[in-house]
């Protein structure tokens, strides 16, 4: 998964940097939720594409059981690139406007951000002026 945000989201992310960076969770996206669906007002927006643009390639990792070869793995992205590179970056984009309700629940904290080294190096990333 990637994201990405302009600088005006990233300012209206400021006044939540406490709750974001004590929240434990090591997966951020998790942490944007939970902000969203307390601090962050109105709620953060998110457009989904129909087809991935970044891929994940650290299935070899931690998480993976069995054999794993990361260069076949690689080979086979580069593949699926190649042979939708006419699509990559298209002209225009169309919007569709949501076809089913979304649930927002508060997400569950998974761990892993629990060091207050962690919170004191986060909470220095909103201090930085852009």
Known sequence: MGMSMDRATWQ????????????DD????????????GCLKPSIGVMVPKSPRIF???ECGIHHKGKCNADDLVKKINGIL??????????SLQLTPKTRPIRSREPKANGGWGDIRDHTLCMTYGRTTL
């Open 82 to 91: 190649t042979t939708n590179s006419e699509f990559l970056f298209p002209s």
């Open 56 to 58: 994940h390639i650290g």
């Open 26 to 37: 090591y997966n951020w996206d998790w942490t944007l939720q939970h902000i969203s669906t």
């Open 12 to 23: 209206r992310l400021q006044p939540c940097a406490e709750e974001f960076c004590r929240f």
